[in-house]
């Protein structure tokens, strides 16, 4: 089993930073890719970003680009999500979660450990 723990959420004004973590302990070995989602009151679950563990391979959603940028320390078996010029539309509980897929895949359907998840919120 893979246990994921996220933290660095919190509040932060529009235009500011965060950096979230996502600790991975466990099986770490089984798994190959990591993602961030995050999910706003009344909406659906969206990708965020996804980094693959072996060569850091990347994907973002398209809000996000050229503001978030997802990074992993293997060493420490931690994947960050660097977040800045952040709007109130980023407002969500962001959640970190694993795959055995070999490519930094989009789709939630794909992975199969997940975080409990770490709240951000964007004041304007």
């Known amino acids: 089993q893979v246990q994921l723990a996220e933290s660095g959420g919190g509040l932060v004004q529009a235009g500011g930073s965060l950096r979230l973590s996502c600790a991975a302990s466990g099986r770490t070995f089984t798994t190959t890719t990591m993602g961030w989602f995050r999910q706003a009151p009344g909406k659906e679950r969206e990708f965020v970003a996804a980094i693959t563990w072996s060569d850091g391979r990347t994907s973002y959603a398209d809000s996000v680009k050229g503001r978030f940028t997802i990074s992993r320390d293997n060493a420490k078996n931690t994947v960050y999500l660097q977040m800045s010029s952040l709007k109130p539309e980023d407002t969500a509980v962001y959640s970190c979660?694993?795959?055995?897929?070999?490519?930094?895949?989009?789709?939630?359907?794909?992975?199969?450990?997940w975080g409990q998840g770490t709240q951000v919120t964007v004041s304007s």
């Open positions: 979660a694993a795959a055995k897929e070999v490519a930094p895949i989009q789709h939630a359907s794909y992975y199969n450990k």
